[in-house]
């Protein structure tokens, strides 16, 4: 997940590794842990196979790494984005967010379609839960109670997603039509 991150990150604009972290730490908090001794490793990795490349700066007498991506690195990354990696509940959801936060990136039906997946697991994750029953137990119970309102907040949020997503590709699809008229 860290690598998916870093790598959109980079997409927007070159980055030194300090300001890669803060990025990361901002955006990207309720998402992923990001410290620098899982960054810096990462980033010499992406270096060593290509996917991203350094740029040094020169700023006031000191010479720092910048990374930017490099074609190569744009492809891992779309790739990344598309697939949909068997993993636990709670790594799926944080790389769901990740892969939200570069929306923008992407194409449309590209977008719809990691909607309709999260979608499918979310909805799935709450018929599984349904099955779950903890009456001797309040705590417990009351866990699951919470955990069910929160996967059943994120079902609303998805279908809100995917109908602007589904209104924005039908306008695009009806102007598209009229300026081939």
Avoid at 76 to 103: N, T
Wanted: charged residues 25%.
């Amino acid at each position: 997940m860290l690598e998916l991150a870093v790598l959109g990150l980079l997409q927007k604009e070159p980055l030194h590794g300090y300001r890669l972290k803060q990025q990361l730490e901002v955006f990207m908090s309720g998402c992923i842990s990001a410290n620098y001794g899982a960054i810096y490793p990462l980033l010499k990795r992406l270096e060593e196979q290509e996917f991203i490349q350094v740029i040094e700066e020169n700023a006031g007498g000191s010479t720092r790494k910048i990374y930017s991506i490099t074609q190569k690195g744009e492809a891992l990354w779309k790739q990344q984005m598309l697939e949909h990696p068997h993993e636990s509940w709670v790594h799926a959801r944080s790389r769901f967010m990740i892969k939200f936060f570069f929306f923008s990136h992407l194409v449309p039906q590209e977008r719809v379609k990691l909607l309709e997946h999260r979608l499918m697991v979310c909805r799935l994750r709450l018929e599984n839960q349904n099955l779950q029953s903890f009456p001797n137990d309040i705590y417990q119970a009351a866990a699951w109670e919470r955990h069910r309102e929160t996967v059943e907040y994120e079902i609303k949020w998805l279908c809100d997603r995917l109908t602007l997503e589904k209104t924005n590709l039908l306008t695009q699809s009806a102007e598209k039509s009229l300026h081939i008229s």
